[in-house]
């Protein structure tokens, strides 16, 4: 099993570009997650979805878009770039029992 | 998203010796608490999960819960080079988790 899958694990963009950040599960989860880690600062929730169909914004949505089309796949999509938005993305999923299951990640440079 | 604390690091233990971690939450209706270890560089990995007051052991790793004082703990007994990492508490809620900060722990040989 593949768990979940992030692509890129690193990318650098520039300020005002847009780039679409994919998350694929094999593990037939409803729940999945974006979270940003910034250092020192814990993982902070940006989107989530318990379904097909079904988004719902966190604790800090502003700038970022998500979808959820199928149960397999949460692509996070960043509008217009921002330097504030440097950060080690990671996208979870998980089944109703609440433990997550973590991709690899992705590091963006904003610059 | 509710509040989750731990105790600040670093914290730096000898070989062998048990490293103590601490977690408190705002949120009384929480019902489901994780401890995740996290490799510099690398995603959290869950090592931990208890939903009962008391102690839940497994290996070298012993959670604690304490839900009437919105507290959780982690113990990790006879510490290993390999232990190094940080460790993040989480509380779920909403089928949502809630992480602190985190807790980084050295095992000096």
């Known amino acids: 099993n593949a768990g979940v899958t992030q692509t890129p694990k690193f990318r650098i963009l520039k300020i005002g570009q847009s780039m679409t950040l994919q998350c694929t599960q094999d593990?037939?989860?409803?729940?999945m997650y974006w979270y940003r880690q910034d250092p020192g600062m814990g993982l902070k929730l940006i989107y989530y979805?318990?379904?097909?169909?079904?988004?719902d914004k966190g604790e800090v949505p502003n700038g970022y878009n998500v979808s959820r089309s199928t149960t397999e796949d949460f692509p996070l999509r960043l509008e217009l770039a921002a330097p504030s938005q440097t950060s080690v993305y990671f996208c979870?999923?998980?089944?109703?029992?609440?433990?997550?299951?973590f991709g690899s990640g992705t590091r963006l440079t904003v610059v | 998203q509710k509040e989750v604390e731990q105790n600040s690091g670093p914290l730096s233990v000898p070989e062998g010796a048990i490293a103590s971690l601490n977690c408190t939450y705002s949120?009384?209706?929480?019902?489901?608490f994780f401890w995740y270890r996290q490799y510099s560089g690398k995603s959290p990995e869950l090592i931990m999960s208890?939903?009962?007051?008391g102690d839940k052991e497994d290996g070298r790793f012993t959670a604690q819960l304490n839900k009437a004082s919105q507290y959780v703990s982690l113990l990790i007994r006879d510490s290993q080079p390999s232990d190094s990492a940080t460790y993040l508490c989480?509380?779920?809620?909403?089928?949502?988790?809630?992480f602190g900060a985190g807790t980084t722990v050295t095992v000096r040989a």
């Open positions: 208890i939903y009962s007051n």
């Open positions: 979870a999923s998980s089944s109703i029992e609440g433990g997550y299951t």
């Open positions: 593990m037939n989860h409803n729940y």
């Open positions: 989480a509380v779920n809620n909403d089928y949502k988790l809630s």
């Open positions: 979805s318990v379904g097909a169909g079904i988004t």
């Open positions: 949120d009384r209706v929480s019902q489901s």
